[in-house]
């Protein structure tokens, strides 16, 4: 198997919404990010499929010596994909010089990878927003790149879109999250709505609960408009992928609100043929 047939039977076996906006790119520009969503999707996999602690921190370590060995003391892609052991990298570092992919960008999201083995909660908004940005905003920043960006206010754009979606999946998962002993929502909030790590914990549910979720709802709706309002109009076309990606992952958002916050026992979904149709309205008429 070629390094760019790993990384495509990768995207597309996740099942995300990423691959939906990944269908309308030039070929180049899909093959990069591909291989970039697959070398995300390989050190998220490490915190969520090794259930052994110790495991997972030897495996984000080895990702660490390997991207910082596939990156070394060369500007020749091709020199430096042979450095890489992994098909991810070997797919991935023939595009790093042309769409200015930087060893600092996956080793930030390895490090947010990091903070899911050390830490099972967050005090406050401001620590989830820190964590927020290493697994979402730096993964926006990088797609954006590679999707043409040509305005520097672009990059605060897409850390912006990346806050939003991140926050959409936390609340999509609260239930499953809850099963692997993990709560992102923030302390302070529970604790503003008089929600008790236990309760989410035991997956019980209350108005409390619905009246929290409400409050993370509107705050990543706020996200959404926020990230649209950054978004340069001279970027707006070529930025087409990432605007897929706020309104499917908005549908999803208003879904979870429609359906009164039932997050607990069941993983809230769009179905793969709205998901393109979603998609494909933003390539077709340009707008959400």
């Not at 990010?33 to 495996?59: G, L, N």
């Not at 604790?191 to 236990?198: C, G, T």
Request: aromatic share 10%.
């Amino acid at each position: 198997m070629t390094p760019e047939t790993y990384v495509q039977e990768k995207a597309a076996a996740s099942g995300s919404s990423f691959y939906y906006a990944f269908l309308f790119l030039p070929a180049p520009q899909r093959s990069a990010i591909t291989a970039f969503y697959a070398f995300c999707r390989e050190v998220d996999d490490v915190v969520d499929e090794v259930s052994e602690p110790s495991v997972a921190q030897a495996k984000l370590a080895w990702w660490r010596t390997e991207v910082a060995r596939a990156f070394s003391s060369t500007n020749d892609p091709t020199s430096s994909a042979t450095k890489a052991s992994h098909p991810v990298l070997q797919a991935l570092l023939p595009h790093a010089q042309t769409f200015g992919i930087e060893a600092r960008h996956l080793q930030a999201i390895i490090d947010g990878c990091q903070m899911d083995l050390d830490q099972t909660r967050y005090l406050d908004y401001l620590s989830l927003t820190r964590y927020c940005h290493l697994v979402a905003g730096v993964v926006g920043e990088v797609a954006a790149r590679i999707f043409g960006q040509t305005q520097a206010q672009t990059t605060a754009y897409a850390h912006q879109l990346g806050q939003a979606l991140q926050l959409t999946n936390i609340l999509r998962d609260v239930g499953e999250d809850a099963l692997r002993g993990r709560i992102y929502l923030p302390i302070e909030d529970l604790q503003r709505f008089d929600v008790k790590a236990h309760e989410i914990l035991q997956r019980m549910d209350s108005p409390r609960f619905q009246a929290l979720m409400a409050f993370e709802a509107q705050r990543a709706q706020d996200l959404y408009d926020q990230a649209l309002a950054l978004l340069p109009a001279a970027d707006r076309r070529a930025q087409k992928p990432g605007l897929m990606m706020a309104s499917i992952y908005r549908t999803l958002l208003g879904e979870i609100q429609t359906s009164n916050y039932a997050v607990l026992h069941q993983r809230i979904a769009l179905t793969p043929l709205r998901k393109l149709w979603l998609a494909w309205k933003v390539q077709a008429l340009g707008r959400l």
